[in-house]
């Protein structure tokens, strides 16, 4: 099989889209099929070129890493706010089908995946499956456009108003392309289970998969630090500081917990939107917290080795419900205690699975109180239990092998088309 991949984020960046992406590829490439990715330089996430030589090598084509053949396209440079961001990702997605159209011979694809968070990815998806005459999988990583609904905020202001019918418009495009795609992939079953209510005729869930983590085998628990009674709890967050991830909420109840006398501290690795106002709420309320920006994957095993518990945290938005942060899988596998203040489908796996606890989201006094009580405690995650669900559901091999099934599924689609010329 030869798969053409859509994507404005991959290696050599890291982040979940990225990691994701790497092992597929990889399994792919070994299970013998050829992979032709199309996709701008690494440039995520400060917006500026990173990497090697030939990756900034915009219209040149490169080897990656697994033997796939990677076509760099255009993009812009950004600083991170929304319109630049989205400048830049309109212009990889057009470049991105005007390469798969000249390259078509060279490519020839028998099947077209587009991969989301950046939107307009799924346009280029769309138009370059229709122009190749082939089947089109699109995957979306994010609840979209429940998200868009559930983030719109009308306000009065000009601006407020622009910025709810932009994002109406793009939740109607979403669901317009949605509904012409040969098969949509998900990250969780309830959003399957969402879009199928929709009406869409073939929906699948492949689950994001638990990657590696560079030098850690296993992390530091309470029981293996020798921990005691009045010992420090330490918490540790990784992932995106944004407004959907409601981290000031978990800092009021890292002081509401020091209040009552619990020695609780917290470490955020991550940038985002909203860390500037995570850090002002943190010097207003004086609690020990490190906010250590983007930290490299190859240091994050200290991290873990550090941290007694690992905090998941979403905003109670409906489109979140349908969403399991892929950090989750990793504290799954490494058997990682974790504290959730999260909701739906995340908070149903932390509870089966034996993880950790679940507060509503939002709560900031009954996070705090279980923070009280792990601090006398110490931690207890059911680690053989965790371990067995992410062998089970999200494993590099279990996901890759579901992909490659559900691509096979929609070649026959590809002997009622006439091929490009």
């Given at each position: 099989?030869?798969?053409?991949?859509?994507?404005?984020?991959?290696?050599?960046?890291?982040?979940?889209?990225?990691?994701?992406?790497?092992?597929?590829?990889?399994?792919?490439?070994?299970?013998?099929?050829?992979?032709?990715?199309?996709?701008?330089?690494?440039?995520?996430?400060?917006?500026?070129?990173?990497?090697?030589?030939?990756?900034?090598?915009?219209?040149?084509?490169?080897?990656?890493?697994?033997?796939?053949?990677?076509?760099?396209?255009?993009?812009?440079?950004?600083?991170?706010?929304?319109?630049?961001?989205?400048?830049?990702?309109?212009?990889?997605?057009?470049?991105?089908?005007?390469?798969?159209?000249?390259?078509?011979?060279?490519?020839?694809?028998?099947?077209?995946?587009?991969?989301?968070?950046?939107?307009?990815?799924?346009?280029?998806?769309?138009?370059?499956?229709?122009?190749?005459?082939?089947?089109?999988?699109?995957?979306?990583?994010?609840?979209?456009?429940?998200?868009?609904?559930?983030?719109?905020?009308?306000?009065?202001?000009?601006?407020?108003?622009?910025?709810?019918?932009?994002?109406?418009?793009?939740?109607?495009?979403?669901?317009?392309?949605?509904?012409?795609?040969?098969?949509?992939?998900?990250?969780?079953?309830?959003?399957?289970?969402?879009?199928?209510?929709?009406?869409?005729?073939?929906?699948?869930?492949?689950?994001?998969?638990?990657?590696?983590?560079?030098?850690?085998?296993?992390?530091?628990?309470?029981?293996?630090?020798?921990?005691?009674?009045?010992?420090?709890?330490?918490?540790?967050?990784?992932?995106?500081?944004?407004?959907?991830?409601?981290?000031?909420?978990?800092?009021?109840?890292?002081?509401?917990?020091?209040?009552?006398?619990?020695?609780?501290?917290?470490?955020?690795?991550?940038?985002?939107?909203?860390?500037?106002?995570?850090?002002?709420?943190?010097?207003?309320?004086?609690?020990p917290v490190e906010l250590l920006g983007h930290v490299p994957r190859s240091e994050i095993y200290a991290h873990y080795q550090w941290a007694?518990?690992?905090?998941?945290?979403?905003?109670?938005?409906?489109?979140?419900?349908?969403?399991?942060?892929?950090?989750?899988?990793?504290?799954?596998?490494?058997?990682?205690?974790?504290?959730?203040?999260?909701?739906?489908?995340?908070?149903?796996?932390?509870?089966?699975?034996?993880?950790?606890?679940?507060?509503?989201?939002?709560?900031?006094?009954?996070?705090?109180?279980?923070?009280?009580?792990?601090?006398?405690?110490?931690?207890?995650?059911?680690?053989?239990?965790?371990?067995?669900?992410?062998?089970?559901?999200?494993?590099?091999?279990?996901?890759?092998?579901?992909?490659?099934?559900?691509?096979?599924?929609?070649?026959?689609?590809?002997?009622?088309?006439?091929?490009?010329?």
């Open positions: 099989m030869r798969i053409l991949l859509l994507t404005h984020y991959y290696n050599p960046e890291l982040g979940p889209p990225q990691l994701r992406w790497s092992a597929l590829v990889r399994n792919f490439v070994a299970a013998g099929h050829e992979v032709h990715v199309v996709a701008p330089p690494p440039h995520y996430p400060s917006g500026k070129g990173i990497g090697a030589a030939e990756a900034h090598d915009v219209g040149g084509t490169h080897l990656g890493q697994h033997g796939e053949t990677v076509h760099r396209v255009r993009w812009r440079e950004h600083d991170g706010t929304a319109l630049t961001t989205l400048v830049d990702q309109c212009l990889s997605a057009a470049d991105g089908v005007l390469t798969s159209w000249r390259r078509r011979r060279q490519i020839a694809p028998d099947v077209v995946v587009s991969t989301v968070p950046a939107l307009p990815t799924m346009g280029a998806g769309f138009l370059a499956s229709r122009l190749l005459r082939v089947p089109w999988v699109l995957e979306m990583r994010d609840a979209w456009p429940d998200l868009a609904s559930d983030a719109r905020n009308p306000g009065r202001a000009l601006k407020q108003q622009v910025r709810w019918y932009a994002v109406g418009a793009a939740a109607r495009g979403v669901t317009f392309l949605q509904r012409r795609a040969d098969v949509v992939v998900t990250t969780t079953d309830s959003f399957t289970q969402t879009l199928v209510q929709r009406g869409l005729r073939r929906v699948s869930t492949v689950r994001n998969a638990h990657h590696p983590v560079p030098g850690l085998q296993e992390p530091g628990s309470t029981e293996r630090r020798g921990w005691a009674p009045g010992d420090p709890l330490h918490v540790v967050y990784v992932g995106t500081v944004g407004r959907a991830q409601d981290l000031e909420t978990a800092v009021r109840a890292l002081a509401l917990a020091r209040a009552a006398g619990a020695d609780v501290r917290l470490r955020v690795l991550g940038t985002g939107a909203r860390l500037p106002l995570v850090r002002s709420l943190v010097a207003e309320l004086g609690v007694d518990t690992l905090l998941v945290s979403l905003r109670d938005w409906k489109g979140l419900h349908k969403a399991v942060p892929s950090k989750l899988y990793e504290a799954l596998a490494l058997g990682l205690h974790v504290s959730g203040m999260v909701a739906g489908e995340t908070r149903a796996i932390i509870e089966e699975t034996g993880a950790g606890f679940a507060v509503e989201p939002g709560d900031e006094e009954a996070l705090a109180r279980q923070w009280v009580d792990l601090a006398r405690t110490g931690t207890h995650p059911d680690r053989a239990r965790m371990r067995a669900w992410a062998a089970e559901h999200a494993s590099e091999t279990g996901t890759s092998t579901t992909y490659l099934g559900l691509l096979a599924d929609v070649l026959p689609a590809r002997r009622e088309r006439v091929p490009a010329r």
